[in-house]
């Protein structure tokens, strides 16, 4: 069966380090998710790619956070300089059609646990 | 704005028993409702979802869910509850008339004991 891939699983660093979260989705699935889930909480949206496009990046901390999908295929979510409160788990997701089909389940990866010291 | 509520931050049940975990949401238009279960240090697994149709909707692993419009409610339930399935469960909600994002609740703990 396939499945979302995500790497690291889990990634210790001082804070004002850079860290990289990598993230291959199901192959042929358009729409591509990275959520930071903090414990305790539900979670949350942090950009959404269509392809190479992102469609919504409403919620990602610009100054500090990155994400790309250059050739619509996997991803690449940064942070630089990290800070103690990113402390939580990166989930990717994908799923095969965009906004336009919304009813469509999305599929999650593992989940990169980042702790920040 | 769309909002899920999951009122109950841990239900615990015997095995055998039949279990419900309880989910209200809000949105605007009519919504796309979805239950995903999350096991320790994983992703969220999809379970089922409400679009349209039967207000019964039956899932993976024996779950179902019942979506109530005039409560919008949407209740995860099982007839006889496995310790297996004890895990964190998450209700989302995307508003079919806006194509917006999911929503997701803050989760229920399950904890099903012999």
């Known amino acids: 069966e396939a499945e979302v891939a995500q790497s690291p699983r889990y990634k210790i660093t001082e804070k004002s380090q850079a860290v990289a979260f990598w993230c291959d989705p199901i192959?042929?699935?358009?729409?591509l998710y990275w959520y930071r889930q903090i414990l305790g909480q539900g979670p949350e949206l942090l950009v959404q790619?269509?392809?190479?496009?992102?469609?919504?990046d409403s919620q990602l901390p610009k100054d500090r956070f990155s994400a790309e999908r250059l050739k619509g295929v996997d991803s690449t979510l940064k942070i630089q300089p990290a800070e103690l409160g990113d402390s939580a788990m990166y989930l990717c997701?994908?799923?095969?059609?965009?906004?336009?089909?919304?009813?469509?389940?999305?599929?999650f990866g593992p989940g990169t646990r980042l702790t920040v010291l | 704005a769309q909002s899920v509520a999951q009122p109950e931050d841990q239900v615990n049940v015997a095995e055998g028993n039949p279990l419900t975990v309880k989910c209200t949401y809000s949105?605007?238009?009519?919504?796309?409702l979805f239950w995903y279960v999350q096991y320790p240090n994983r992703g969220l697994q999809f379970l089922l979802k409400?679009?349209?149709?039967?207000?019964l909707v039956k899932g993976s692993y024996g779950f179902e869910a019942e979506f109530n419009k005039s409560q919008t409610s949407f209740h995860l339930k099982k007839p006889s509850a496995l310790v297996s399935d004890s895990a964190l469960y998450f209700c989302?909600?995307?508003?079919?008339?806006?194509?917006?994002?999911?929503?997701f609740g803050t989760g229920t703990r399950l904890q099903v004991t012999l």
């Open positions: 997701a994908s799923s095969p059609n965009g906004a336009a089909r919304s009813y469509n389940e999305q599929f």
């Open positions: 192959s042929g699935h358009a729409t």
């Open positions: 790619f269509q392809d190479e496009s992102v469609v919504d």
């Open positions: 949105v605007s238009g009519n919504p796309y």
């Open positions: 409400y679009i349209t149709g039967d207000n």
């Open positions: 989302a909600v995307r508003d079919t008339g806006t194509a917006s994002k999911l929503t």
